[in-house]
């Protein structure tokens, strides 16, 4: 019993690792797809403000050099002045002077602004793939989640039995309660075979439909999360059946 203990704790820290990482994943996927989709684009918000107001002043500028040099200008000095920011407010044991903020913000968006230039440069089309790869980093996370849930006992927890019954009685409540939750596991399990096996069997025939476009990665390879997911979710719920020391002295 307490290898096996030993294995789900494992198993459990182990989903923290990856549900974190594809978390992190998912997250600098779309901020750099956001990042590409705003710089990429011919006229910014800010200089066609800023070429608005010149309009209304009465003053006649050539929108190319607007959207070009004055554009990146302002968009340096204020990412500089952000950093600077930044680095001036952050809590640290010695804060940053004024002269030093300044000095490393630059420092910071000059960097930030050759990230931005290598983007659009190694991806000049877009990140394409970025919503696709985002939603599947979210359903992993998802069904990782539900999984951690159900080890800390958070998951559909009969919370009802313990006003209703005391002693013997909400022992066999939480008995039965986490063998039909552990049942309808196994039904999902079940199912999400059968699911896979259908895109799998679709996937043999032509890799293209079988693919979540426009990547190359086969959808049957994204929904082995399910079957992980549920196995490991009812072998959990069987394994809760039985109270453990503290639960029986506290029933």
Not at 73 to 91: I, Q, V
Not at 92 to 113: E, I, K, T
């Amino acid at each position: 019993m307490k290898l096996l203990r030993s294995l789900d704790r494992a198993v459990y820290r182990g989903e923290r690792v990856a549900a974190a990482s594809l978390f992190l994943l998912m997250s600098l996927v779309m901020f750099a797809s956001v990042l590409h989709r705003v710089f990429s684009r011919p006229e910014g918000k800010l200089s066609g403000a800023l070429l608005g107001l010149l309009e209304k002043l009465g003053v006649q500028a050539d929108p190319a050099t607007i959207h070009g040099p004055v554009s990146l200008g302002l968009n340096l000095f204020l990412a500089w002045m952000l950093c600077a920011l930044a680095l001036r407010t952050a809590e640290r044991a010695q804060r940053f002077s004024v002269p030093q903020a300044l000095l490393y913000g630059a420092g910071v968006a000059a960097a930030l602004a050759g990230l931005v230039k290598l983007l659009l440069v190694v991806a000049p089309n877009g990140l394409v793939w970025a919503p696709v790869i985002s939603l599947t980093c979210m359903l992993w996370v998802g069904f990782l989640g539900a999984s951690m849930a159900t080890y800390e006992k958070r998951h559909l927890a009969l919370e009802m039995g313990e006003k209703l019954w005391r002693g013997r009685a909400l022992t066999v409540a939480r008995a039965l309660a986490w063998f039909t939750a552990a049942a309808v596991s196994l039904f999902l399990l079940v199912l999400s075979f059968l699911s896979i096996s259908e895109h799998y069997a679709g996937w043999t025939v032509n890799h293209l439909s079988g693919n979540l476009l426009p990547t190359s990665i086969p959808k049957w390879v994204v929904f082995l999360i399910f079957p992980y997911t549920f196995i490991v979710m009812s072998l959990r719920f069987f394994g809760q059946m039985k109270p453990d020391a503290n639960e029986e002295k506290a029933a």
